[in-house]
Nanobody
Framework: QEQLVESGGGLAQAGGSLKLSCVDS????????MGWFRQAPGKEREFVAS????????YYTDSVQGRFTISRGNAKNTIYLTMNSLKPEGTDVYYC??????????????????WGQGIQVTVSP
């Protein structure tokens, strides 16, 4: 059974770093792309970063450009999100997502067909 599992969240101080991991287990074939989204209470889920697993192209929302890095792992369907210079407004639940087929919508929720349960990231002032 396919399942996306996030790990690595927790508490960090402003200016600090955290690294999130995501594994899409149970999947026979490689995803076309994987990404990270985040959601604060009462707000819509928003795009953070994504990566095409074969080509390696990466995409970021403007607010994290230069601070966050999305990367592929050596294992199939594994990605990471290295978050540096964290800000308190980055306190959210972070979700990993997988796009099993080619799509032009890698910065949109609709481009993904599998989602993790989410992991809390809290940044203290």
């Amino acid at each position: 059974q396919e399942q996306l599992v996030e790990s690595g969240g927790g508490l960090a101080q402003a200016g600090g770093s955290l690294k999130l991991s995501c594994v899409d287990s149970g999947r026979t074939f490689s995803n076309y792309a994987m990404g990270w989204f985040r959601q604060a209470p009462g707000k819509e889920r928003e795009f953070v970063a994504s990566i095409k697993l074969s080509a390696g192209n990466t995409y970021y929302t403007d607010s994290v450009q230069g601070r966050f890095t999305i990367s592929r792992g050596n294992a199939k369907n594994t990605i990471y999100l290295t978050m540096n210079s964290l800000k308190p407004e980055g306190t959210d639940v972070y979700y990993c997502a997988g796009a099993s087929k080619p799509t032009a919508y890698l910065t949109h929720i609709g481009g993904y067909d599998n989602w993790g349960q989410g992991i809390q990231v809290t940044v203290s002032p």
